[in-house]
């Protein structure tokens, strides 16, 4: 029942949390698709984000614009038996959103309540400010995303940073729009970092930066970016914190060394016909 009890049960953070967290302690957020790196995430992470960069990392697929909904559920459901103190966003694929309000209210519910994330996100400024009006008033947290939006890529001709020069006023606008529908955070992606602090100094919501500034309210990457995990994309803005991809390479080609020379498996790894002082 709620409130009783002396103890407090752990409580996953909220979008109001992020929320609040403007303008204090950079918010750190990272990607997950799995329940181990869900597993590895919660204790260091404030949200954690099932990106559709799923489809790219894990999937193969050229681009984001292949996610289905099905798949976002599968890799939701997944994380969230990973979490138990960071707040869980879970993104909405292109083509789940973009008709109307009512067709993205029917999605991000059905995200909602089949993987139990504490809010949404999506891509698009002034064009989708109706709509994360009608979710937020309707109790749906919306984390909206500017700049270089990834599912917009055949219309921006590549993945190319937005808002120099006479577009800056065009980027700001956006992010003020979707501050002002009721987003409880915003991504800035590969925007000027001049850009990204005037946008974050301009809005009362928390600014989370990929290639953006240092002085963004928050920082997200995809997590095998930084990991060294996925490498066939080489952003500039992803900093390599570690070299995970190439020790997965060495330590399978070990494996395989160890198979075709018959030094694995080990007796250590192998069973006996009988067990030791057991009776026939
Ligand atoms: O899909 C994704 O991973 C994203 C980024 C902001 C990290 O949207």
Do not use: W
Not at 74 to 96: E, K, N, Y
Not at 211 to 233: H, K, P, R
């Amino acid at each position: 029942m709620y409130g009783s009890g002396s103890t407090p049960a752990p409580r996953p953070r909220s979008a109001a949390d992020i929320r609040a967290q403007k303008g204090g302690s950079p918010i750190v957020s990272l990607t997950a698709y799995t329940t181990p790196m869900a597993r590895l995430l919660d204790p260091v992470c404030d949200f954690v984000l099932v990106g559709d960069s799923v489809g790219m990392v894990l999937h193969g697929l050229p681009s984001t614009l292949g996610v289905t909904m099905e798949m976002m559920i599968l890799h939701g459901q997944a994380v969230a038996r990973g979490l138990t103190s960071a707040l869980m966003v879970v993104d909405m694929p292109f083509a789940s959103y973009e008709e109307s309000p009512e067709q993205a209210y029917r999605n991000a519910a059905r995200l909602m309540a089949e993987t139990g994330a504490g809010a949404v996100k999506l891509e698009g400024g002034r064009h989708m400010a109706a709509t994360i009006q009608f979710l937020t008033t309707r109790g749906i947290p919306v984390m909206a995303h500017v700049g270089l939006t990834p599912q917009g890529v055949n219309g921006f001709g590549g993945y190319k940073v937005q808002g120099r020069g006479a577009q800056a006023g065009v980027i700001m606008a956006d992010a003020q729009a979707v501050a002002e529908a009721g987003a409880f955070a915003v991504v800035l992606e590969k925007v000027p970092a001049g850009l990204a602090d005037d946008i974050t100094a301009a809005l009362d919501i928390p600014t989370i930066g990929i290639g953006a500034s240092v002085g963004c309210d928050g920082q997200v990457l995809v997590v095998d970016d930084m990991l060294g995990l996925f490498t066939e994309f080489q952003p500039k803005f992803v900093r390599r914190f570690g070299n995970l991809g190439e020790e997965a390479a060495q330590a399978v080609a070990a494996y395989a060394e160890a198979v075709r020379s018959r030094a694995f498996p080990g007796p250590e790894h192998v069973f006996a016909d009988t067990v030791p002082g057991a009776s026939a």
